[in-house]
Every structure is written in C-alpha cells, then in structure tokens.
C-alpha cells in the first residue's frame, strides 16, 4: 500500500515537471527508468556504463547511478546576431540553424544532459550550451563575410553568400564534431540595416514606386480622357448623323406631303372638271327636254287651237262650261228657281254671244 502511494505521488509530479524527457517511477531504495522514443539514455554505474539507447527501460540505484538523456530529433535553433559592413553600417542577421545529436554518448561527456533519479527532469544547461556555441560559431563566420561586403552589397546579396558560408562552415566546424553535433541544414532569413538606414535606403524605392504609380496614374486619368473625348465625339457623330437623318426625313415628308396635295389637287381637278362639264351636260339635257317639251305644249296648244277654229260656237261654249265645272266647287244640292234660271240663261246667251261675234270676225 505504501509503494502504490509513493508511486502516485511521483507520477504526478512527472507530469506537472519541465524539461522531463523520461519517467522514472520510485520505490522503496530502487528506481524504474523508462525512456522516451526521442531520447538517447546512458545509464553509468559506478563510471561505467550500464544502459545506453533509445527507449530504453531498467531500474537502477539513485545512490550508484547516474543517468543522462540526449535528445536525438532535429532540433531548431533561431539565431539573431549582429554585424558590421565595411563601411561601418550595422546590420542584423536572422537565421535559423538545424541539428542534431550525432553521437549522443559523446554530447552526454561534453554537455549537460543530466537526468534527476528522483523525478526523471532532465537538465536544461545542455541546450543552453549547444544555443551559446552554434550561435557564436554562427555570428563569428557570418561577421567575416559581411565584414568584406558593403552595406549595397549586403542587401542585395548578403542572404546567399552568409548562408552558403554557414551551409559549408558549421558542419565541419571542429568543436561542433568534437562534440557530436551534426548541423543538418541552415537557413538565413534576412540581412537588414538599422531602421533609419533601411528607411533612407528604401526612400528612393519608395519614391520610384510612387513615381511609378503617379504615371500609372497619369496615364490612366489620361486614357479616360482620350476614352471620354472618343465617347464624345462619337456621341456627336451620333448626333450629327441623327440630324442628318431627321433632315432627309422631314424633306422627305415634305416632297411627299407636297406629292400628295398636288395629287389630291389634280384629282379635285379632275373630279371638278367632270362635274362640271357633268353638270353642263345635265343643263343642256334639261334645257334640251324644257325646249322639247315647250315645242310640244306649244304644238299641242296650236293644235288645240286650231281644233278650237275648226270647232262651232255650241261646241266651244260646251267645252268653256266643262272648264267652269271644273273650278267650281263640289254642289250637294241645287235649288233652281225661275229667277235663277232666267238669269243664268240671260248671261250664258250673253257670253256665248260676246265670244262667239270675235271668232266669227276672226274667221
């Protein structure tokens, strides 16, 4: 019951532990180590080494041992340095440097990678170191080579030539191979000036950039311009070909309007003239038949005439009675008295008699 309390406890405090690479798990006057997949353990007893690899597992006595774990992953180092030019300019240098753990029983001599026996927290000193010496291996070469650039130079072509003097010095560098280190890559990511250099130097950029962009800007307002005149003067050809149009249009409408009043004028002529001479022509007819039916009244009156001649005087003065009975009106009853008899008698003799003596004369 006691070892699994003990046991707990140290676990525990594992987990919640910086730097830990390993588990080690306590008992009572023993150890259990067991390893990580990334981590190359020497496990020395006595100065002698005991257990040595990647993963491994074994117990062990904290009064008799002594343990190291040497990471064997790539590891990433960023380094930020600076440098001077030839011709006295500051520049900074940002690189990044690439590693690894070639021999890890060696950096386990040279380096502090020690692991505690009590709770498995591996020693931080070893990275410190590995961070001190590739950084100063680092800014010492990448100072020789700035040191024979000028500033111009540095800017533009400082990044290739620092990084492929890294790429070919840290690899064979004697201390880093004395050691067991391994650079596996190296990349440097910018070669800048102090910031009031770097703005001055990037002035006349800037300024190029704004000349450029003004120009842009130029030619644009001006090809809007050329593009507005185009539109307009097309917009006047438009205009000018409308009028041209509406002109022909209205002569047209015109020579037709014209066309047409002189048809509409000749066919009222024409219309006019045959009336006329229609009416003419009924005139004549009219006047034609008047003379032609007066000529035959006036024959029929001579021939009445001459029949009237030819006639006595009973005949005519029973013809002059059929006349007057036609004028007089309608008689219902007639009442003859002597009186009116004798009279009527007297003035019929009269008459016939005051007619007759002309037409005798005439006769």
Excluded: C
Excluded at 23 to 43: A, D, E, N
């Amino acid at each position: 019951m006691v070892i699994v309390i003990l046991t707990s406890i140290n676990r525990q405090h594992d987990e919640n532990s910086e730097g830990i690479m390993a588990t080690v798990r306590t008992y009572p006057w023993i150890r259990h180590f067991l390893g990580s997949p990334t981590g190359h353990v020497v496990h020395l007893r006595r100065g002698r080494v005991a257990h040595q690899g990647v993963g491994q597992a074994f117990w062990f006595r904290p009064t008799t041992s002594v343990l190291s774990e040497v990471p064997v992953d790539d590891q990433e180092l960023p380094v930020f340095f600076h440098a001077v030019t030839t011709d006295h300019q500051d520049v900074t240098v940002q690189a990044n440097v690439t590693y690894r753990f070639a021999d890890p029983v060696t950096a386990s001599q040279r380096l502090d990678f020690a692991v505690d026996p009590h709770d498995g927290t591996t020693s931080t000193d070893g990275r410190d170191q590995v961070t001190t010496i590739v950084g100063q291996l680092a800014q010492s070469h990448a100072a020789d080579v700035l040191a024979g650039m000028t500033l111009a130079e540095a800017m533009t072509a400082g990044v290739p030539r620092v990084r492929a003097l890294l790429t070919e010095a840290l690899p064979a560098d004697p201390r880093l191979v004395a050691t067991g280190i391994a650079v596996v890559g190296v990349q440097v990511l910018a070669v800048r000036p102090e910031k009031d250099v770097e703005r001055a130097l990037q002035t006349p950029a800037r300024e190029q950039i704004q000349a450029e962009a003004d120009r842009a800007t130029y030619e644009r307002r001006a090809l809007a311009v050329e593009r507005e005149r185009a539109i307009a003067e097309n917009e006047l050809a438009s205009k000018i070909e409308l009028a041209t149009r509406r002109e022909r249009l209205v002569a047209q409408d015109g020579a037709n309007a014209r066309r047409e009043a002189e048809e509409q004028a000749a066919a009222a002529m024409v219309e006019a003239r045959a009336r006329a001479e229609r009416s003419t022509l009924e005139t004549e007819a009219r006047a034609e038949q008047v003379r032609a039916v007066g000529e035959a009244e006036a024959a029929a009156e001579r021939e009445r005439m001459a029949v009237y001649a030819e006639a006595g005087q009973g005949t005519l003065v029973a013809l002059a009675l059929r006349d007057a009975a036609r004028s007089l009106p309608d008689v219902q009853h007639l009442t003859i008295t002597p009186d009116l008899l004798t009279g009527a008698l007297g003035g019929l003799v009269q008459g016939a008699l005051g007619g007759g003596a002309p037409a005798a004369k005439e006769a």
